[in-house]
Nanobody, 128 residues
Framework: QVQLVESGGDSVQTGGSLKLSCVAS???????AAWFRQAPGKEHEGLAA???????IYADSVKGRFTVSQDNAKNTFYLLMNNLEPDDSASYYC???????????????????????WGQGTQVTVSS
């Protein structure tokens, strides 16, 4: 497993933007990383994933508003969130796979069971 630390959560108004960061320990190597969120009473929702080669996939709910990226030199992953809505309010988590597991499909990368490392989360609150 790899250690992950998220930051960047905040309270914003509808239409605002936030950029979340996830810093990973240098080892072991990460093959896929993803962002999830969990609102009270709801399950983890996969938002976006990125491979170590930069391939990305997004959930339909955030496509066009959220952008996942990485800075390999800094071992850091990002989630840029634009045009935020109250329904985006949740705890946001980054996750990583260090086992080089071959996903059964691209959509599997948005399933929390794919990942073996998780951060502690950062809170995002969007007010109307």
């Amino acid at each position: 497993q790899v250690q992950l630390v998220e930051s960047g959560g905040d309270s914003v108004q509808t239409g605002g933007s936030l950029k979340l960061s996830c810093v990973a320990s240098a080892t072991p190597a990460i093959y896929y990383a993803a962002w999830f969120r969990q609102a009270p009473g709801k399950e983890h929702e996969g938002l976006a994933a990125i491979s170590n080669t930069g391939d990305t996939i997004y959930a339909d709910s955030v496509k066009g508003r959220f952008t996942v990226s990485q800075d390999n030199a800094k071992n850091t992953f990002y989630l840029l969130m634009n045009n935020l809505e109250p329904d985006d309010s949740a705890s946001y988590y980054c996750a990583a796979d260090t086992r080089k597991t071959v996903p059964l499909s691209r959509l599997a990368l948005l399933n929390p069971s794919y990942y073996n490392s998780w951060g502690q989360g950062t809170q995002v609150t969007v007010s109307s």
